[in-house]
């Protein structure tokens, strides 16, 4: 009979399987990088990940960690403060919606999709203008999730931008928000992309039941 060995580097648990350690910080790296991919539901599930190690701590030890020189810390800081209804933590989430690094301020925008808060509009509609398309996409999805139709005139704004992902995020949020005309969202129903075209005769349809409800006579009393 052959015997297993356990090499260097490696544990073996009680299941028998066999791997390299890797400690939190490291999984986190992975994660934080994965936010990035082209794929959304690669960056769904990095988010939803992250959000699985986050701890929930104390609101003064969470608000510290976002002043670590480490990027990895400050994402694992923002989806602990997500957790917490401490207003204080708010404050931190909006910060961190300005922190210099990507991985950081799309975790932010990500919390504020999971969690709306009708307190982030601003915050949020400037991460429109973020340099990573990310970053913008993640924010369309928390406007999307606040309901308000106050800002369908900046997500109207986007349905000429060349990324598919946050086009398609755009859409979904105009549906959610019933705050845009139906032809602003017409030209995108023949889109060369399939996601697009989806999305936008979705969005339509609800746009323009939306728009037919809003002109009903009201009853008279």
Known sequence: SHEKTVAP???SGPDGRYG???DVSGLQEILGTALQDDDPEVRKAASEALERLAEPRDTEVLLGRLESQDPTRRVRAVYGLGLLKDPRAREGLRKALADPVVEVRAAAARVLADHPDPRFLEPLLERLDDPAYVVRTTAVEALGHTRDAKVAPFLVALLD???VDLLVATLRALEKTLGAEPDAVVPLATHKEARV???AV???????????DSTLPTPSE
């Open 20 to 22: 390299s350690r890797m």
């Open 202 to 212: 979705t969005a339509l349809a609800t746009l323009a039941v939306a728009v037919a």
């Open 197 to 199: 075209r989806a999305a």
């Open 9 to 11: 580097g490696q544990a």
């Open 161 to 163: 931008d060349p990324s």
